[in-house]
C-alpha cells in the first residue's frame, strides 16, 4: 500500500526536570535570608523528553485526525516511571530547566504563562536508555522513522539504532531532527550512503552558527535566506533529500537537494524580534517543525507539500511559545506539561500563518523579495498602501518598522538594522556597567530633506526609550573650534549625570572658516581616545553615541569617494571614516539618481501616513485614510520634493486639515505657497487630472 501505516520514533530520550518558580526570573534580587521560611513555593516536576517527547507530540496529532490517522501505528522509545518520579536515576539523560511565569506579551500585567527562564545543564547517564519493544512491533518494518539526534550518544551507538536503519526494511521516509555538531557521527554516515533519497532533516539555525557554518545575524530576510542557502549547497547536508532550518518562531528555510529552496518568514518580523515581545524561550520548537513534516508525509504520502508543512511548523513553534507549558493541578499537585493539544490544533488549521517564497541567488536574478513579489503598477500599489497601511496592501513582503519609520527597501532595512545591533550592543554593555572608554561613532547619510534624523530618533525612541538621552548639534551653526568644545562640555555633562546621552552632529561635513570637511581632525580625538582638548588639557568625554548626519552626500559611497587624494589625507577623512563604527544610508521620498528607481512611490506613501498620523489622526478610520485621490496621486507620484522629506511635511503642515475628516483638494496650501517645495503647476496638475477622469 502506497501509505504510511507504522512510525517508529528513536533516537535521545531524556529526562526534563522543571524546576517551576512562580516568583518569575528575578528572585535571586532578594536575600536568601529573607526567602527563608518565608513560604515561598517551588516545585520539581518531570516529562519524557527528546525522542519521547517527539513520539507524543505524533501520537496527540494522530488523535487530533482520526480520519488520517486511521490503521497508523506510532511507537516510540518508553520511559520508566521511576525515571520520571527519581531525580537521581541514571538511566536516562538529564536535563534541568527553570521555569516562570512570565507576561504572555511584553508589557502584559493581566495573562501569565510559564516559560523558560533559565538552562542549567545535562547530567548524562551512567546506563544505556532502553530501546523501543521491537517485540510491539511485531517484526513490522517501520514505513516512516523518526530520529531524534541531540548528540546524546545515540548517533554513535549502533546498538540503539533500529533494524530498519540498517536492515533489508521497506523504509519509505525518514526526518531526523539533528542538533550540534551537524552532520557527524556514524549516524549521519549511515544515512548518507544508505538512505540519502529519503532522509528530510531539520536543524535549528542556532545549531548551524554553533557547528561553523557562515550565516550571519539578520539583517534582512533576503540576507539570511541567500546566507543559508550558499552555506548549505557547499556542506555535507546537501548530501540527504532536503534540509529544513528553522529560526524559532520567525521563519525557516527549506532547501531541496534537486529543486529549489523557500523562504518562509513573517513579514514583520526578522530573526528573534517577535521573541523580544514575548518574554522568556521555549523548548520544542524543532520537534513541532518535525512533527509537522512527518504528519504531512503521513497523511499526503504520495505527494507531501513540504513547503505547506515548514509553514505549519513554524506556526507551531509560535503557538507553543504563546502558549507556554500547561498548568494543571494545585497545592501539593501543581504541575506542568507540554502543551500537545495546542500544537495538534495548530498544525490542523487549514490557512497558513507566515508568507512563503523562492528566490535564486544567481547573477541578474532579483536581490530582494520585493521585486519578486510585488507584481503590476507601483504607482497604484503605493495609493493602496497610503489608503490602507502596509500591513493590509504589501502581501508577502518584508516590512521594517523602528516606531513611526518604516521601509520596505532591502537595502535601507539591512543598513538601519545593521545599526540597530550596533547600538544594541552597546547600550547593553554600559546598562551591565561594563567600562567603556569611548564614543560609539556611526553615521547617517541621506539626500538633503531624507529624513535622517527622524529614522535615528526613531529607533533610539523605540528601542532604548530609557536609556538614552538626546542631544543635538548642527555643526553648520559653528564658527569656531571653541564651540564644538563647549558642545562636548554638554556631552560629558550628561555622562556624569549617569546618563548615556545620544549625540547627534548634524552637517558634521560643511566648512569649518572656508575649508572642506574642516570639522573632521576635531573629531579624531573623540571618537578614538573619548577625550577632547580645551585650553591646553584634556577631557575624558564618558559613553556616549556619536551620530554624524552628513549634509552634502547622499551615501557613504558617495563620501568614501577620492576627489582630491592630497586635500583629503590633510583633511584626515580616511581616519575618520576608520573611526566609525556603522552607517545608515536613508533613501528619502525623491527618486534616486539613474532613473531605475520604481520604489520611490512606496517610500513615499509611507512617509506620509507618518506624517499624517502624527499630525491629523482623524483623518484615520481603523487604518482607512480618508483623502483626496488626486491629492494622493500627487502626493506620491509628483517629480521631485525639493527638500525631500521635509518639504512632504511642510505641505502636510500648510494644509488645513486640523478637524477635517478628509484631506481635500481644497485644505492644499495656495500655488505660491507650494512652490517652496515643489513645482507647483506640476503637482496641482496631477490633482486635476484624477478630478477629471
Same mark, same amino acid.
Given at each position: 500500500?502506497?501509505?504510511?501505516?507504522?512510525?517508529?520514533? @528513536?533516537?535521545?530520550?531524556?529526562?526534563?526536570?522543571?524546576?517551576?518558580?512562580?516568583?518569575?526570573?528575578?528572585?535571586?534580587?532578594?536575600?536568601?535570608?529573607?526567602?527563608?521560611?518565608?513560604?515561598?513555593?517551588?516545585?520539581?516536576?518531570?516529562?519524557?523528553?527528546?525522542?519521547?517527547?517527539?513520539?507524543?507530540?505524533?501520537?496527540?496529532?494522530?488523535?487530533?485526525?482520526?480520519?488520517?490517522?486511521?490503521?497508523?501505528?506510532?511507537?516510540?522509545?518508553?520511559?520508566?516511571?521511576?525515571?520520571?518520579?527519581?531525580?537521581?536515576?541514571?538511566?536516562?539523560?538529564?536535563?534541568?530547566?527553570?521555569?516562570?511565569?512570565?507576561?504572555?506579551?511584553?508589557?502584559?500585567?493581566?495573562?501569565?504563562? &510559564?516559560?523558560?527562564?533559565?538552562?542549567?545543564?545535562?547530567?548524562?547517564?551512567a546506563a544505556v536508555a532502553p530501546t523501543p519493544d521491537a517485540e510491539s512491533q511485531?517484526?513490522?518494518?517501520?514505513?516512516?522513522?523518526?530520529?531524534?539526534?541531540?548528540?546524546?550518544?545515540?548517533?554513535?551507538?549502533?546498538?540503539?539504532?533500529?533494524?530498519?536503519?540498517?536492515?533489508?526494511?521497506?523504509?519509505?521516509?525518514?526526518?531526523?531532527?539533528?542538533?550540534?555538531?551537524?552532520?557527524?557521527?556514524?549516524?549521519?554516515?549511515?544515512?548518507?550512503?544508505?538512505?540519502?533519497?529519503?532522509?528530510?532533516?531539520?536543524?535549528?539555525?542556532?545549531?548551524?552558527?554553533?557547528?561553523?557554518?557562515?550565516?550571519?545575524?539578520?539583517?534582512?530576510?533576503?540576507?539570511?535566506?541567500?546566507?543559508?542557502?550558499?552555506?548549505?549547497?557547499?556542506?555535507?547536508?546537501?548530501?540527504?533529500?532536503?534540509?529544513?532550518?528553522?529560526?524559532?518562531?520567525?521563519?525557516?528555510?527549506?532547501?531541496?537537494?534537486?529543486?529549489?529552496?523557500?523562504?518562509?518568514?513573517?513579514?514583520?518580523?526578522?530573526?528573534?524580534? &517577535?521573541?523580544?515581545?514575548?518574554?522568556?524561550?521555549?523548548?520544542?520548537?524543532?520537534?513541532?517543525?518535525?512533527?509537522?513534516?512527518?504528519?504531512?508525509?503521513?497523511?499526503?504520502?504520495?505527494?507531501?507539500?513540504?513547503?505547506?508543512?515548514?509553514?505549519?511548523?513554524?506556526?507551531?513553534?509560535?503557538?507553543?511559545?504563546?502558549?507556554?507549558?500547561?498548568?494543571?493541578?494545585?497545592?501539593?499537585?501543581?504541575?506542568?506539561?507540554?502543551?500537545?493539544?495546542?500544537?495538534?490544533?495548530?498544525?490542523?488549521?487549514?490557512?497558513?500563518?507566515?508568507?512563503?517564497?523562492?528566490?535564486?541567488?544567481?547573477?541578474?536574478?532579483?536581490?530582494?523579495?520585493?521585486?519578486?513579489?510585488?507584481?503590476?503598477?507601483?504607482?497604484?500599489?503605493?495609493?493602496e498602501v497610503a489608503l490602507r497601511g502596509p500591513a493590509n496592501t504589501l502581501s508577502?513582503?518584508?516590512?521594517?518598522?523602528?516606531?513611526?519609520?518604516?521601509?520596505?527597501?532591502?537595502?535601507?532595512?539591512?543598513?538601519?538594522?545593521?545599526?540597530?545591533?550596533?547600538?544594541?550592543?552597546?547600550? @547593553?554593555?554600559?546598562?551591565?556597567?561594563?567600562?567603556?572608554?569611548?564614543?560609539?561613532?556611526i553615521a547617517v547619510f541621506g539626500p538633503p530633506g531624507a529624513g535622517k534624523s527622524?529614522?535615528?530618533?526613531?529607533?533610539?525612541?523605540?528601542?532604548?526609550?530609557?536609556?538614552?538621552?538626546?542631544?543635538?548639534?548642527?555643526?553648520?551653526?559653528?564658527? @569656531?573650534?571653541?564651540?564644538?568644545?563647549?558642545?562636548?562640555?554638554?556631552?560629558?555633562?550628561?555622562?556624569?549625570?549617569?546618563?548615556?546621552?545620544?549625540?547627534?552632529?548634524?552637517?558634521?561635513? @560643511?566648512?569649518?572658516?572656508?575649508?572642506?570637511?574642516? &570639522?573632521?581632525?576635531?573629531?579624531?580625538?573623540?571618537?578614538?581616545?573619548?577625550?577632547?582638548?580645551?585650553?591646553?588639557?584634556?577631557?575624558?568625554?564618558?559613553?556616549?553615541?556619536?551620530?554624524?548626519?552628513?549634509?552634502?552626500?547622499?551615501?557613504?559611497?558617495?563620501?568614501?569617494?577620492?576627489?582630491?587624494?592630497?586635500?583629503?589625507?590633510?583633511?584626515?577623512?580616511?581616519?575618520?571614516?576608520?573611526?566609525?563604527?556603522?552607517?545608515?544610508?536613508?533613501?528619502?521620498?525623491?527618486?534616486?539618481?539613474?532613473?531605475?528607481?520604481?520604489?520611490?512611490?512606496?517610500?513615499?506613501?509611507?512617509?506620509?501616513?507618518?506624517?499624517?498620523?502624527?499630525?491629523?489622526?482623524?483623518?484615520?478610520?481603523?487604518?482607512?485614510?480618508?483623502?483626496?485621490?488626486?491629492?494622493?496621486?500627487?502626493?506620491?507620484?509628483?517629480?521631485?520634493?525639493?527638500?525631500?522629506?521635509?518639504?512632504?511635511?511642510?505641505?502636510?503642515?500648510?494644509?488645513?486639515?486640523?478637524?477635517?475628516?478628509?484631506?481635500?483638494?481644497?485644505?492644499?496650501?495656495?500655488?505660491?505657497?507650494?512652490?517652496?517645495?515643489?513645482?507647483?503647476?506640476?503637482?496641482?496638475?496631477?490633482?486635476?487630472?484624477?478630478?477629471?477622469?
Amino acid at each position: 500500500m502506497d501509505s504510511i501505516r507504522l512510525v517508529e520514533v @528513536t533516537g535521545d530520550a531524556t529526562v526534563d526536570w522543571m524546576l517551576m518558580n512562580p516568583r518569575g526570573p528575578h528572585a535571586e534580587a532578594i536575600e536568601f535570608t529573607q526567602m527563608w521560611g518565608a513560604g515561598i513555593s517551588c516545585r520539581a516536576v518531570s516529562q519524557p523528553g527528546g525522542a519521547a517527547l517527539l513520539a507524543s507530540m505524533l501520537e496527540a496529532t494522530a488523535a487530533s485526525q482520526p480520519k488520517a490517522s486511521s490503521g497508523l501505528k506510532i511507537t516510540g522509545p518508553p520511559v520508566s516511571r521511576r525515571a520520571l518520579v527519581n531525580p537521581a536515576y541514571e538511566g536516562f539523560d538529564r536535563t534541568f530547566i527553570s521555569w516562570s511565569l512570565f507576561p504572555k506579551t511584553r508589557g502584559d500585567r493581566r495573562d501569565y504563562v &510559564w516559560r523558560i527562564s533559565e538552562f542549567w545543564g545535562q547530567d548524562p547517564k551512567a546506563a544505556v536508555a532502553p530501546t523501543p519493544d521491537a517485540e510491539s512491533q511485531k517484526g513490522e518494518s517501520p514505513d516512516l522513522l523518526v530520529i531524534d539526534d541531540s548528540n546524546l550518544g545515540f548517533r554513535q551507538d549502533r546498538s540503539r539504532w533500529p533494524a530498519a536503519l540498517t536492515g533489508e526494511g521497506g523504509l519509505k521516509a525518514i526526518v531526523l531532527k539533528m542538533s550540534s555538531p551537524l552532520a557527524q557521527g556514524s549516524l549521519w554516515a549511515e544515512l548518507v550512503d544508505g538512505h540519502s533519497d529519503i532522509v528530510t532533516v531539520v536543524v535549528a539555525l542556532s545549531d548551524m552558527r554553533k557547528s561553523g557554518f557562515n550565516v550571519g545575524y539578520a539583517l534582512s530576510w533576503e540576507q539570511i535566506y541567500a546566507e543559508i542557502s550558499a552555506a548549505l549547497k557547499c556542506s555535507e547536508l546537501s548530501a540527504v533529500k532536503r534540509v529544513v532550518v528553522l529560526m524559532r518562531a520567525a521563519g525557516a528555510v527549506l532547501a531541496e537537494r534537486n529543486g529549489p529552496s523557500c523562504l518562509v518568514f513573517d513579514r514583520f518580523h526578522q530573526e528573534g524580534d &517577535w521573541e523580544k515581545g514575548h518574554p522568556g524561550i521555549m523548548m520544542g520548537y524543532s520537534s513541532c517543525m518535525v512533527t509537522s513534516i512527518a504528519w504531512e508525509i503521513i497523511s499526503h504520502y504520495s505527494n507531501p507539500d513540504i513547503v505547506k508543512a515548514t509553514n505549519k511548523g513554524v506556526s507551531a513553534s509560535r503557538s507553543l511559545h504563546v502558549s507556554g507549558f500547561e498548568q494543571y493541578g494545585r497545592g501539593k499537585n501543581l504541575r506542568l506539561r507540554f502543551p500537545f493539544k495546542v500544537v495538534a490544533d495548530t498544525l490542523e488549521e487549514k490557512e497558513t500563518e507566515f508568507d512563503e517564497v523562492c528566490l535564486s541567488f544567481g547573477e541578474g536574478s532579483p536581490r530582494s523579495i520585493l521585486d519578486v513579489n510585488l507584481k503590476g503598477d507601483y504607482d497604484q500599489v503605493a495609493m493602496e498602501v497610503a489608503l490602507r497601511g502596509p500591513a493590509n496592501t504589501l502581501s508577502g513582503v518584508p516590512i521594517e518598522r523602528i516606531g513611526d519609520w518604516s521601509s520596505v527597501d532591502r537595502g535601507e532595512i539591512e543598513s538601519m538594522r545593521s545599526v540597530r545591533n550596533i547600538l544594541s550592543e552597546y547600550v @547593553t554593555q554600559y546598562a551591565h556597567g561594563m567600562r567603556l572608554g569611548k564614543p560609539l561613532s556611526i553615521a547617517v547619510f541621506g539626500p538633503p530633506g531624507a529624513g535622517k534624523s527622524f529614522a535615528i530618533k526613531q529607533m533610539a525612541k523605540a528601542l532604548f526609550p530609557d536609556e538614552l538621552t538626546h542631544i543635538e548639534f548642527n555643526l553648520s551653526q559653528f564658527e @569656531t573650534v571653541h564651540e564644538l568644545g563647549q558642545a562636548f562640555h554638554e556631552v560629558r555633562d550628561l555622562a556624569l549625570e549617569q546618563r548615556l546621552p545620544l549625540v547627534f552632529l548634524d552637517e558634521f561635513d @560643511t566648512p569649518l572658516e572656508g575649508r572642506e570637511l574642516g &570639522w573632521l581632525r576635531y573629531f579624531l580625538a573623540p571618537m578614538q581616545d573619548g577625550q577632547f582638548k580645551e585650553g591646553g588639557i584634556y577631557h575624558p568625554i564618558g559613553p556616549a553615541i556619536f551620530v554624524f548626519a552628513g549634509g552634502t552626500c547622499s551615501s557613504i559611497e558617495e563620501f568614501k569617494q577620492t576627489r582630491d587624494e592630497a586635500f583629503e589625507k590633510d583633511a584626515k577623512k580616511k581616519d575618520f571614516i576608520s573611526r566609525l563604527r556603522g552607517y545608515i544610508n536613508i533613501l528619502g521620498p525623491n527618486p534616486l539618481a539613474g532613473g531605475d528607481d520604481r520604489v520611490f512611490p512606496l517610500r513615499r506613501a509611507l512617509l506620509l501616513r507618518a506624517l499624517l498620523g502624527a499630525k491629523a489622526g482623524q483623518l484615520f478610520e481603523d487604518d482607512l485614510l480618508r483623502i483626496d485621490p488626486g491629492v494622493l496621486r500627487a502626493f506620491l507620484t509628483t517629480g521631485e520634493f525639493l527638500h525631500g522629506a521635509r518639504s512632504m511635511g511642510a505641505i502636510v503642515d500648510m494644509s488645513a486639515i486640523t478637524g477635517k475628516l478628509s484631506f481635500e483638494r481644497s485644505s492644499l496650501p495656495a500655488e505660491n505657497q507650494l512652490a517652496l517645495h515643489v513645482d507647483p503647476r506640476a503637482f496641482l496638475e496631477i490633482v486635476d487630472s484624477c478630478a477629471r477622469e
